[in-house]
């Protein structure tokens, strides 16, 4: 098929590489142009304009940074996209309200819209094993299923737009918890004296392991935080985004308030663009 990616971030690009591999033809657009570089070099096409991109291809994938960047680069004064008999598929990470509103937009420009988030990052996208959450029909899952199957093996339907960008939410908001908790613990056992290996040996034959903990561990005790798989900014834009829907739903967010500081601290300290696994820095500093 073709297939249309705006927005060539960490996962943006590692999906629109995953696609054309797959033998789909590719166009990409990006604001920063230079992003697209690799792309290029990869065999994959660069439209001048997100209005370009759109119109040569059968559906376009958002992966932008959030609500306000979709609206930037879909619907720019003076040179709106034409959505005419196209498909958008927002795969990014936006709220359930904003999700809605950008179907409306679209649906209001003669055009298709379906959400399918995504939970896992790079190495997910390159190997086609990225877990795609939609919001939308079951129709328009089976038609751009070709699409979909480049990227996971099994998208799930959640319900209508709107529930599965909740779903991403709050699957998101565990990211941002479980880290932090596991860091707290780390930093004591440290702090403590007590062997790590013997903390991990401990904590993998529990109930209360995660991957997530094995996974980040090197980076916590090296402290390295570059070439990031999730940066810190947008880990703190999505527990805002999820602050803001669970406390519509008459949720108590102390908790998340908490989650909230440790993440605007670690960015304070110059984390933003490194990996989220930076929080360390402010749950247990060492200056």
């Not at 309200?97 to 179907?103: F, H, I, K, T, Y």
């Not at 860091?183 to 790590?196: D, K, T």
């Not at 916590?220 to 739903?249: S, W």
């Amino acid at each position: 098929m073709r297939v249309a990616v705006l927005g060539v971030g960490l996962l943006g690009r590692a999906a629109a590489e995953r696609l054309h591999d797959s033998g789909h033809a590719v166009t990409v657009y990006n604001r920063t142009v230079s992003k697209t570089d690799s792309l290029r070099a990869h065999g994959i096409a660069v439209a001048r304009s997100a209005d370009a991109a759109v119109a040569s291809t059968d559906c376009t994938l958002l992966f932008l940074t959030d609500a306000a960047a979709i609206r930037s680069v879909l619907f720019t004064p003076g040179s709106p996209v034409d959505f005419q008999g196209r498909t958008i598929i927002q795969m990014g990470t936006i709220g359930p309200d904003e999700s809605r509103a950008l179907q409306q937009m679209v649906a209001e420009g003669g055009g298709d819209y379906f959400e399918a988030p995504v939970l896992g990052s790079i190495a997910e996208a390159k190997a086609g094993t990225l877990i795609v959450m939609g919001g939308g029909t079951a129709d328009q899952l089976r038609r751009w299923n070709a699409v979909f199957a480049s990227l996971t093996p099994a998208p799930l339907l959640v319900g209508p737009v709107g529930q599965a960008a909740t779903l991403k939410l709050a699957l998101n908001h565990l990211i941002a918890a479980e880290l932090s908790a596991f860091a707290l613990s780390l930093g004591l056992i440290q702090r403590a004296g007590i062997a790590v290996d013997q903390f991990m040996s401990v904590l993998k034959t529990s109930a209360l392991y995660a991957p997530a903990f094995e996974k980040k561990l090197p980076r916590l005790l090296a402290r390295r935080y570059d070439n990031p798989n999730f940066p810190t900014g947008h880990l703190l834009k999505d527990v805002n985004l999820f602050a803001d829907e669970a406390q519509r739903h008459g949720l108590n967010i102390a908790g998340v308030e908490r989650l909230r500081t440790i993440l605007e601290q670690t960015i304070a300290r110059g984390h933003r663009d490194e990996d989220y696994s930076a929080l360390f820095e402010s749950i247990d500093p060492i200056d």
